[in-house]
């Protein structure tokens, strides 16, 4: 018979969810408040991959990381470096004391987000009217994008080797843009679609204009307008569009959420929310840690991770083969030593969606960093699935350093899933699990996140770096 009571005995035993309000003090909960207006200063500045990349790398340079030489000299203890690929990804390290054949911690969050694209030929006009034709990129809810306001950001190449930069829609007194819905009284041929239906990607056409250029002779007068106006402000031509890079996101603000100003909404949450704490936590790096400290903010994942800035391709690897070079080993000797948390988000316990969790293995808000296990979709497809040994170690860390955490799955089995960069990383031969913010309202324009949670992922990654 035990001599512990049945209250002592569950507080043993039992893994029991805990909100962090519910035994933090004042001053830890403004620890994470004040953490986070950092937080939402960036989420306001930058919603596309190529501005986050670029924030990065200037707040690095400021900071005292150089630009990474890869012919150079071995990296010296405490040395901060940076690598940025292509303008959409980007890479900082932090040498440790250990020969870097030790193994390095690598901390991989990506900086895309669902959003609408251009095509290469988007304008046209029709019925009096100027638009927008897109392809959306990533998965969205398509009927969340219609009707709400929306900003154009992005690159514009020219032949002449020259690019603008276009950013329109944020910045008070600027033009917003809008993809249009039928009312409601026409609304029965919609009524009647499936509802993965109900705007198709072709009908996610974006009004940009209506006054027709004043001359009497020409069709396509509307069209005609709006390229002469981005010609006089950009010496853009119609032809430019092939060579662009135009991306239109919600034109929201980042905002304080409920009475208790205890969460934040906005935009891109998936997965800056887990960026900007690895990315500061890198930074914070005060002096030389054990193990070289490693954070990538990568692109593409949103797509399956492919092309050459996400992270199916090798540019991290080659990084790691580089830092390795310099020391005298090979790349594999460092990878197989190596540690990883991806960095991503997992989908917060919604009550009122509740028949699409398994509520003991979902995540909830405020209860702090979500560790998950594994990813993929109905029987773990597409998941790297961290081993035992290598979860009793996060675990540990994170306990060990009072590091508010829970464990969380994405759903019901049978419900889909989804993945993340993890399975890439680990196919490095790197042990990897994915450590991120539980979302609310994931991959829609807007998304809501709890300050506790930011603040205590921003925890774990700093203690993996230095602990």
Known sequence: MSEKSA?????????KKQNGVDFMTDEEIKICDDFCEGYKAFLSECKTEREVAKWA???AKAAGFVKFN????????????YYSNRGKSVILCVKGKRPINEGVRISAAHIDSPRIDLKQCPVYEDGDLGFFKTHYYGGIKKYQWVAIPLSLHGRICKNDGSFVDIKIGEAEGEPKFCITDILPHLAAEQYSR?????????????????????????????????????????????R????????????????????????????????????YPAFEAILDIKEAPEYTAITVLTDKEEIGSDGNTGLHSSYMKYFIEDLARLEGFEGRDVLRHSKCLSADVNAAYDPTWAFAYEKNNA?????????????????????????????????????????LWQSGELGKVDAGGGGTVAMFVANLDVD??????????????????SKIDVYMAYKAFSVFFTK
């Open 194 to 238: 499936k509802p993965n239906e109900l705007i198709k990607g072709e009908e996610l056409n974006v009004l940009i204009g209506s006054r027709p250029f004043k001359d009497d002779e020409e069709s396509e007068k509307i069209k005609l307008n709006i390229l002469n106006l981005l010609y006089e402000k950009y010496g853009i031509v119609e």
């Open 240 to 275: 430019d569009f092939l060579s662009a890079e135009l991306e239109l996101v919600p034109a929201f603000t980042v905002d304080d959420i409920g009475f208790d100003r205890s969460m934040i909404g906005g935009y891109g949450h998936d997965d800056r929310v887990c960026a």
């Open 7 to 15: 209250k002592e005995l569950k507080k043993l035993l039992f893994n």
């Open 363 to 403: 995540s909830f808000i405020n209860n702090g960093v979500c560790v998950t296990k594994f990813t993929g979709s109905r029987g773990k497809s597409g998941t790297s699935d961290a081993s035992a040994e290598f979860a009793s170690w996060v675990k540990a860390l994170l306990e060990k350093n009072d590091v």
């Open 57 to 59: 790398e200037e707040t």
């Open 432 to 449: 990897t699990i994915d450590v991120g913010v539980p979302v609310l309202s994931m991959h829609a324009p807007y998304e809501i996140v």
């Open 70 to 81: 890869e012919f150079g000299n071995p990296l010296k203890p405490g040395e901060k470096v």
